[in-house]
């Protein structure tokens, strides 16, 4: 016997997932024809298309699938390293990782 969830409970998850694709983005050819795989006609432009929650609207036209590949699926932003701190050179000693040295250079 399968449980069955509260109504609420579905409503919450329900109103949870149209939220999150609220915003999301997809390109349509604009070409004669069905709508097919983009990479069936890369050449033809493209209508840039956003979720609403209820339907896609058109905000905007690009010119070809790259152009709409660079819009919908923008590069990472660049996390700048922190400057290198100083920190002492690693000299000669025994510590637990170092590799003990030959009986020539301890007596030196």
């Known amino acids: 016997m399968q449980?069955?969830?509260?109504?609420?409970?579905?409503?919450r998850r329900r109103a949870e997932r149209q939220a999150a694709a609220k915003g999301k983005l997809r390109a349509v050819p604009l070409g004669d024809g069905p709508h097919r795989g983009a990479h069936v006609d890369p050449d033809a432009p493209r209508a840039i298309e956003e979720w609403t929650g209820t339907e896609w609207t058109m905000v905007g036209i690009v010119e070809d699938l790259v152009a709409a590949q660079a819009l919908l699926y923008p590069p990472p932003?660049?996390?700048e390293k922190p400057a290198e701190w100083d920190r002492p050179a690693l000299g000669k000693g025994r510590g637990r990782h170092r590799?003990?040295?030959?009986?020539?250079?301890r007596d030196q």
């Open 3 to 11: 449980d069955d969830e509260p109504l609420e409970e579905w409503a």
């Open 77 to 79: 932003p660049t996390q």
């Open 99 to 105: 590799k003990p040295a030959p009986a020539e250079e």
